[in-house]
């Protein structure tokens, strides 16, 4: 079974850079070509896709964020990184990685809310 | 990008109660349509894809259809469990978009 964390600090102060892992574990993700996603929630609200990594390194960003973000990708940890730059308090969410792609997400790490505030 | 828009925003029901939300989206999408349920507090969980296809130990009570624009989630029989909020997504193009959701509540 396919299990996935996110990790990182739960406050960012604004214009700071606020910065995601997510850790794959069990199944065959060591050698199982997918899209590694991060997607967001702010509070109340709904699901912002903010982008994907494709196990060859090819990414697509959401263009509302696409000059604030870069997600990365360490296979030899089965570990996929965000990174999302002059965050401001409208970056408060929580925080989700996923794997899926065409036939949706099909597996969640159980978010990590990120508070930008000083 | 694809606007999603679901409606209703949400719904009250009861136990037993056959419940339908819509999905609709701005442009064609073919069959790139998937549902989630969310939980408070949890994270998504993927109900559906390709518009009717169940993922793995999801009730059968749950049903989609639809295609190019317009697509349908359908609860046959509505259980204490399903009370939760539902979430259309398309998978057509980047970026991926999710609709607003709709809350169905007792």
């Known amino acids: 079974q396919v299990q996935l964390q996110e990790s990182g600090p739960g406050l960012v102060k604004p214009s700071q850079t606020l910065s995601l892992t997510c850790t794959v574990s069990?199944?065959?993700?060591?050698?199982?070509?997918?899209?590694r996603s991060w997607i967001r929630q702010p509070a109340g609200k709904g699901l912002e896709w903010i982008g994907r990594?494709?196990?060859?390194?090819?990414?697509d960003y959401n263009p509302s964020l696409k000059s604030r973000v870069t997600i990365s990708l360490d296979t030899s940890k089965n570990q996929f990184s965000l990174r999302l730059n002059s965050v401001t308090a409208a970056d408060t969410a929580v925080y989700y990685c996923?794997?899926?792609?065409?036939?949706?997400?099909?597996?969640w790490g159980q978010g990590t809310l990120v508070t930008v505030s000083s | 990008d694809i606007q999603m828009t679901q409606s209703p925003s949400s719904l009250s029901a009861s136990v037993g109660d056959r419940v339908t939300i819509t999905c609709r989206a701005s442009?064609?999408?073919?069959?790139?349509l998937n549902w989630y349920q969310q939980r408070p507090g949890k994270a998504p969980k993927l109900l559906m894809y390709?518009?009717?296809t169940l993922q793995g130990g999801v009730p059968s009570r749950f049903s989609g259809s639809g295609s190019g624009t317009d697509f349908t989630l359908t609860i046959s029989s509505l259980q204490p469990e399903d009370f939760a909020t539902y979430y259309c997504?398309?998978?057509?193009?980047?970026?991926?978009?999710f609709g607003q959701g709709t809350k169905v509540e007792i």
């Open positions: 996923a794997i899926g792609g065409g036939p949706g997400f099909g597996y």
């Open positions: 069990g199944g065959s993700t060591s050698s199982g070509n997918y899209y």
């Open positions: 990594i494709y196990t060859s390194g090819t990414t």
């Open positions: 442009q064609g999408i073919g069959s790139y």
């Open positions: 390709a518009v009717s």
């Open positions: 997504q398309q998978s057509y193009s980047v970026p991926w978009t």
